[in-house]
């Protein structure tokens, strides 16, 4: 339990970061042309404690949900040399898109550490082609079950099951389920291979297991090779190109689900909602697998939050560079009232939306987790 509050607390703060890293894309811009940054906040106001070096306040704030910076003059109505309305369109785009930019190059750069050091990801049953050293791992052992009495552990690959002397190969999850499905209450050898050596468990399938357990109390994913090693020269290029083709992918994606809800067909089947909290779960259970795979799933939430980022809503960096647009197209800015208030209006629903997504989705995640923690 207590190192899977560890992981969940690595992989909320892993989420921070990259909402750290989103504004440094802002602020860092922002300080080459030249703009008054007046605060960088880690964390939402009231702030905890801040320090001023030069110009800006570096602050840490009490509300730990990702970071902000504060540009002089970024609402408008400000008219000085070193303001944010004073900027050229061009400039004001760059210190906009800056931020999203950042969640690409975090993704290449996180990527291009996977390609370095190959990763072992979860795959279905029914995936084949392409595998590369397939195995079915253990993710998770229940108190009191028998694989907990027989000695296996979190991370063990099961390779066999010896049943009166002869052995079957488990290669799919579906293997190891039917197998010990149909020896129910009979003792069975479980060989699996932990840190290079080959072990074997006796145990005996229970006939009537606890809800949610299994016949043998351990959770089960099936993993394979999908990132080979590569050199420290071609591993930048990979990543830059795998991001890429994840961008590619992650708007297909889009395209087909506002198609399907455009036509009244609903999301896609397996299509989930979450937010901060059910993001953190997925990262939490990513760790589980591994740090390739827990590096190559924020690798690809990079990618979608700066995809997110872009949807011309205001309140996101998308809705800020379409206000730009207006401005270009008609020569003039919009009314700082008129934005303001889009603005506010906008970001009071993406705070409903998210409320709710929270509630319906996020939180019976967050309870399935705790749950599965306690029974490992």
Excluded at 130 to 143: D, F, H, M, R, Y
Aim: a positive charge; hydrophobic letters at 50%.
């Amino acid at each position: 339990m207590i190192s899977s509050i560890l992981i969940l607390v690595v992989a909320f703060l892993s989420l921070i970061i990259l909402m750290i890293i989103h504004e440094f894309g802002h602020f860092i811009i922002a300080k080459k042309f030249g703009v008054k940054v007046e605060e960088f906040g880690i964390g939402y106001p009231p702030r905890m404690f801040g320090k001023k070096f030069g110009e800006t306040i570096y602050s840490v704030n009490w509300l730990p949900l990702g970071a902000f910076v504060r540009i002089y003059g970024e609402e408008g109505g400000v008219d000085d040399c070193r303001s944010f309305a004073n900027l050229k369109i061009w400039k004001r785009f760059l210190i906009v898109i800056g931020g999203v930019a950042a969640f690409w190059i975090t993704a290449i750069i996180l990527f291009s550490i996977v390609f370095g050091m190959g990763a072992d990801l979860p795959v279905g049953d029914n995936d084949a082609q392409g595998l590369t050293n397939a195995q079915v791992k253990v993710i998770s052992v229940s108190p009191n079950s028998p694989a907990s009495q027989a000695g296996l552990k979190v991370a063990d690959s099961i390779t066999g099951i010896i049943i009166q002397n002869s052995e079957s190969r488990i290669q799919k999850i579906s293997d190891f389920q039917k197998i010990t499905g149909d020896n129910k209450g009979k003792e069975i050898t479980v060989t699996v291979k932990r840190d290079g050596k080959d072990l074997n468990f006796n145990l005996i399938p229970r006939a009537n297991p606890p809800a949610g357990q299994g016949a043998v109390g351990i959770g089960l994913e099936r993993m394979a090779t999908l990132i080979q090693k590569s050199s420290w020269y071609m591993a930048p290029i990979q990543g830059a190109n795998y991001t890429w083709q994840t961008t590619i992918n992650a708007l297909k994606g889009l395209y087909i689900t506002l198609l399907g809800l455009f036509e009244g067909k609903g999301a896609p089947q397996g299509a989930e909602f979450a937010g901060p909290i059910g993001i953190t779960v997925f990262l939490a259970n990513a760790a589980s697998y591994g740090i390739g795979f827990f590096l190559y799933f924020i690798g690809i939430i990079s990618v979608f939050i700066a995809i997110f980022n872009l949807f011309p809503i205001p309140a996101l960096d998308g809705g800020k560079l379409v206000f730009l647009l207006i401005e270009k197209i008609k020569g003039k800015p919009v009314s700082v009232k008129v934005e303001q208030g889009i603005t506010m209006a906008c970001f009071l629903i993406l705070i409903a939306l998210s409320l709710f997504i929270t509630i319906k989705f996020d939180i019976p995640r967050f309870a399935d987790f705790l749950k599965s923690s306690l029974q490992r």
